[in-house]
């Protein structure tokens, strides 16, 4: 069973940072594309980056591409979401998500097998 554990969201100004870790438990982190979607107040779910199981491949939302970056340590079987620059439309629920994908990228939330819990990060003006 593969379980998915969100960490590092908070309270920020915005212009501010924040580093979101998704702790992935069980065999073979590394066949596994990460998702981060997040979903903001009265909003529904959207997507907002992905990394491939071998973090070669990388897609964004246009919304947070040039501020957010996605990566991943497989030897720690952690994915990781930096985000910079942040505005107060970034405040929502971020949730780490998980699909068997080697080598690719995967944008649709019904894609994803696995989901963590959800981290708040809530941005201030």
């Known amino acids: 069973q593969v379980q998915l554990v969100e960490s590092g969201g908070g309270l920020v100004q915005a212009g501010g940072s924040l580093r979101l870790s998704c702790v992935v438990s069980g065999r073979s982190f590394n066949v596994y594309g990460l998702g981060w979607f997040r979903q903001p107040p009265g909003k529904e779910r959207e997507f907002v980056s992905a990394?491939?199981?071998?973090?070669?491949?990388?897609s964004y939302a246009d919304s947070v591409k040039g501020r957010f970056s996605i990566s991943r340590d497989n030897a720690k079987n952690t994915g990781y979401l930096q985000m910079n620059s942040l505005k107060p439309e970034d405040t929502a629920v971020y949730y780490c998500?998980?699909?068997?994908?080697?080598?690719?990228?995967?944008?649709?939330?019904?894609?994803?097998?696995?989901w963590g819990q959800g981290t708040q990060v809530t941005v201030s003006s």
């Open positions: 998500a998980a699909v068997r994908a080697y080598s690719s990228t995967y944008y649709r939330d019904w894609e994803y097998l696995y």
């Open positions: 990394i491939s199981g071998t973090g070669t491949t990388t």
